[in-house]
């Protein structure tokens, strides 16, 4: 027979069981915490790349518009404008196949669309070129975001 007041070591297995549980309940509120904090986290970061793909189709936009000397010609669908430059001569930028492309060559590496669909159309009124350019979520289909600019040149031909 043992005796109650020697030293006993070890844990019984109701305490055992007792300290799983706990480490189960408080694992599964960890979880229900950072779960979504982790979504947020992933569609802000995608909302970041999109602002600053749109910033860069932009920043390329405007190079090549201060750079005008003379008219240019917006084609009829909007998607594509014609300017004589300095130092290039004639640059034709258009907005085809989901990308900007600039005399037929894509400007940025279609990769670096992180499978983003882009929209836009160019117009003009009185020397002054709109650029609308939309990017979609091309993966889901989903959120949709849209930048419009107004850049101010030489008089453009309508179409």
Known sequence: MQNPGKNQKG???VE????MAILT????????VVGPMLGNYSRA?????AAILVGGLCDVITNELSYAQGPGTISPDGR?????TYGEGVVTLSLK???????????FDPGYYKGNTLGGHFSSAGGVISVALSLADGRTGGKELQIFRDFTVLPIEAP
């Open 45 to 49: 970061k995608e909302d970041a790349d």
């Open 16 to 19: 055992l069981i007792t300290g």
């Open 80 to 84: 594509a404008i014609t300017i004589r």
């Open 11 to 13: 844990m019984t297995l």
């Open 25 to 32: 309940l408080l694992a599964a509120s960890l979880v229900l």
């Open 97 to 107: 196949n989901d990308v900007l492309e600039k005399n037929n060559a894509p400007v």
